[in-house]
């Protein structure tokens, strides 16, 4: 069953900066009651693939002076595509998504969450909160429950945070807005005064307090113009571009991996000492190459730069000001390369007091009222039927890229984009409103929308994109390389 108007589509495309009527062209598949969630997970998530289509169609007839192809998007693809980690298999094995000690944890007045995956998260979290790291984890994680039993969560928040750990109280829902648009969602708790950390004197200051600044879907500014290859005619939209993904996790990864899907030439450049999960990258890897420079290291600093010279996009999905130092801040790249695209990932937003903070699709769950609105009949917060931030965003930001491709194009004008977790968060929260279910989902339709690859990690049963519109690739051209293999060259 088909549907011809979708009004968060058409807000996405319009902040996007696309054609108003051009989103027309979009028709969705139902299938049912997919991604069931009390917040409209199941609308913001065809939206964000729907814009990303019809950016994707866009680009290409362009290119080939030709009309723009209808683009159709099933919401069964859309709702499997959101959980690909889940779908994921390694020769048969199922990656492991949470570790043992990120989660939600109740404190003498509330919960926290806690993220700890990586290595270097969890070292961070026992040792702010005073926990030797010894023992099995099963052991630890009573340890752990009964340290943050006995604190309040706004300490425990500010406390992991002083030492670069990840926790965040978990926020109350929101109240209701009742606007047309977007209203920003509420600021993690930052308390009002300092609170003392158990053993350390006064303890770390809580965060500064929250700015009302609304946290926009996407932020987009033109800078130089320039005259980049123009390009050419083509089979599939991104053909001939090259990007340089820097990003981790999910978001990042999933817009360049779409990208890639589309026909770009995407490098992934990683720093040699901080590995990637490699379940992770052998999910979110397809259709890339992945290499290792140290930009600190004056012969890997040049190879950089070479690349840096050639390339048409960087996607950066690193805190703001992180990359600064390396003269890689959105100006300076843009002044010395003008027709450059530069795409920007964050956590938390790009301005107020949270912008500079470590974040993750989890977290920002917790520190926006989401978890609280998810919460379970018996008081304990709650998730999203998926990663919907971060696959959500990632599509946003491949589209956002695309329509810079399209106007560059035109124009030879360089783009700064920025999107944020909590800006897809506040859209969703504020700016989304519930369709009527159309279609029918049986249990063994992800089947559809599966298959199987053989990679360098072994034999993937991973999903087919949801990206689609006429002649749209059907699955991408060559599976993830392991992490850090690839030579650091465009092809």
């Not at 007045?109 to 909160?129: E, I, K, M, S």
């Not at 984890?137 to 340890?143: E, H, M, R």
């Not at 950089?304 to 703001?320: I, K, M, N």
């Not at 059907?474 to 390389?481: C, G, L, M, T």
Request: some cysteine; aromatic content about 6%.
């Amino acid at each position: 069953m088909t549907y011809t108007e979708d009004a968060a589509t058409a807000y996405a495309w319009a902040v996007l900066g696309g054609r108003g009527r051009l989103v027309e062209r979009v028709r969705f598949k139902g299938a049912g009651a997919v991604l069931p969630s009390r917040l409209p997970v199941r609308e913001l998530a065809r939206a964000c693939v729907g814009v990303s289509s019809l950016a994707a169609a866009e680009l290409l007839a362009l290119r080939n002076g030709v009309p723009v192809p209808a683009v159709r998007v099933n919401e069964a693809a859309v709702a499997t595509a959101f959980v690909s980690e889940r779908h994921l298999r390694i020769d048969g094995r199922a990656p492991t998504s949470f570790a043992p000690l990120s989660g939600f944890w109740q404190t003498s007045d509330g919960w926290v969450r806690t993220h700890a995956n990586y290595p270097h998260h969890r070292a961070r979290l026992l040792d702010a909160l005073g926990i030797a790291d010894t023992g099995p984890d099963q052991t630890l994680v009573g340890v752990l429950a009964k340290e943050l039993a006995s604190r309040p969560a706004l300490e425990v928040q500010e406390t992991v945070y002083a030492a670069d750990g990840l926790a965040v109280a978990v926020t109350p829902a929101p109240t209701p807005a009742t606007g047309t648009g977007p209203t920003p969602a509420p600021t993690p708790a930052t308390g009002t005064g300092p609170t003392p950390a158990r053993g350390t004197g006064t303890g770390p200051a809580p965060a500064p307090a929250p700015t009302s600044d609304r946290p926009a879907l996407v932020e987009a500014r033109r800078a130089g113009r320039s005259s980049p290859r123009l390009l050419t005619p083509a089979s599939v939209p991104a053909q001939g571009v090259r990007v340089l993904d820097l990003t981790r996790v999910i978001a990042g990864p999933v817009a360049t991996r779409t990208l890639a899907l589309l026909g770009a030439d995407v490098l992934r450049v990683d720093a040699p000492r901080l590995p990637e999960d490699a379940d992770a990258h052998a999910d979110t890897g397809m259709g890339k190459r992945s290499t290792l420079l140290d930009l600190a290291a004056p012969g890997d600093r040049r190879v950089f730069e070479g690349l840096l010279s050639e390339a048409d996009v960087v996607v950066t999905g690193y805190r703001p000001g992180t990359l600064d130092r390396h003269g890689l801040a959105p100006d300076a790249l843009l002044a010395r390369y003008p027709g450059l695209i530069v795409a920007q990932l964050c956590a938390w937003g790009w301005s107020g007091p949270w912008a500079g903070r470590r974040g993750f699709d989890s977290l920002v769950q917790a520190g926006t009222g989401i978890a609280a609105i998810e919460a379970t009949a018996d008081g304990r917060p709650g998730v999203l039927p998926a990663q919907a931030l971060d696959h959500g965003t990632g599509y946003l930001l491949a589209a956002a890229v695309l329509r810079a491709l399209t106007d560059r194009q035109a124009t030879g004008d360089g783009r700064q984009l920025r999107l944020s977790l909590s800006g897809t968060a506040s859209w969703l929260l504020h700016g989304v409103q519930p369709t009527p279910v159309q279609g029918h989902f049986g249990r063994d339709d992800p089947a559809a929308w599966l298959t199987e690859t053989e990679s360098p990690y072994g034999l993937l049963h991973h999903v087919l994109p949801p990206v689609h519109y006429d002649g749209a690739p059907a699955n991408w051209d060559r599976a993830s390389s392991r992490w850090g293999s690839d030579r650091p060259n465009w092809a």
